[in-house]
């Protein structure tokens, strides 16, 4: 059974950074097909930020390319989102998921909240 846990939101004046991180167990991560950061900010739908998947490489939305990065550690088995940056309208909960042929998992969520 994957679990995802992510950590590292919080609070940030604009133009700061912070780094998510999204501990996986369960699965080692380099056999998982593609691992994903999504944000939900509050009435909006959920939207993918980030993924990095080992058929394609990492994709981006476009309002985060250039300030986002997403990276995964196999040793430690944890997918990291480095974010620079940062801007008001990116304050959202910030999901990790985890996609496999044969499930799709997510994590409970990390607020991160920028101010103005």
């Known amino acids: 059974q994957v679990q995802l846990v992510e950590s590292g939101g919080g609070l940030v004046q604009a133009g700061g950074s912070l780094r998510l991180s999204c501990a996986v167990s369960g699965r080692r991560i380099y056999s998982i097909n593609a691992m994903a950061w999504y944000r939900q900010a509050p009435g909006k739908q959920r939207e993918l930020v980030a993924s990095?998947?080992?058929?394609?490489?990492?994709n981006y939305a476009d309002s985060v390319k250039g300030r986002f990065t997403i990276s995964r550690d196999n040793a430690k088995n944890t997918v990291y989102l480095q974010m620079n940056s940062l801007k008001p309208e990116d304050t959202a909960v910030y999901y990790c998921?985890?996609?496999?042929?044969?499930?799709?998992?997510w994590g409970q969520g990390t607020l991160v909240t920028v101010s103005s």
């Open positions: 990095a998947a080992y058929a394609v490489g990492t």
């Open positions: 998921k985890a996609e496999s042929a044969d499930s799709e998992v």
